[in-house]
């Protein structure tokens, strides 16, 4: 659990590094008319970010506790295990975020093609 939660912290990482650095002037103007405003655009990003730390420090927990008590493994076992599973869920949100970002780029590339042509003309 410790290498995925990991591994899912870095591609979160990744993902924010992309969004950040297409950011400009027009790409802002399109989040905000498209997605319905910028505030609440990161969400997904937190979320995921926040649960992943989480269940890794659960799952460090549970490496470094060595032989607890049973009813102390069960407890952390269940929040590592309830966590981890509402981690998946949000993965798949912020993959959906992801891919609105996508076709919104895609939209803003189009439209700089557009007046590059009309330019030319």
């Known amino acids: 659990m410790v290498e995925m ?4 912290l870095g591609i979160v990482l990744a993902g924010l590094a992309i969004i950040v650095a297409f950011m400009n002037k027009k790409y ?3 989040i905000e008319r498209f997605l319905g405003g910028f505030n609440n655009e ?10 992943t730390v989480l269940c890794l420090a ?7 506790i060595g032989e607890p008590p ?3 493994l069960r407890l952390v076992l269940f929040g ?11 993965v798949y949100e912020l993959v959906k975020w ?5 076709k919104l780029r895609a939209m803003q590339i189009k439209m700089e093609e557009k ?3 009309e330019k030319q003309d």
């Open 42 to 51: 990161f969400f997904a990003i937190k979320t995921v970010t926040l649960l």
């Open 80 to 90: 590592a295990l309830w966590s981890y599973s509402y981690l998946l869920w949000q």
């Open 98 to 102: 992801l891919l609105s970002h996508a």
């Open 5 to 8: 939660s990991g591994a899912l």
């Open 115 to 117: 007046e590059g042509e």
């Open 28 to 30: 802002v103007d399109l």
């Open 70 to 72: 049973a009813i102390v």
């Open 58 to 64: 659960l799952g460090l927990g549970l490496i470094l």
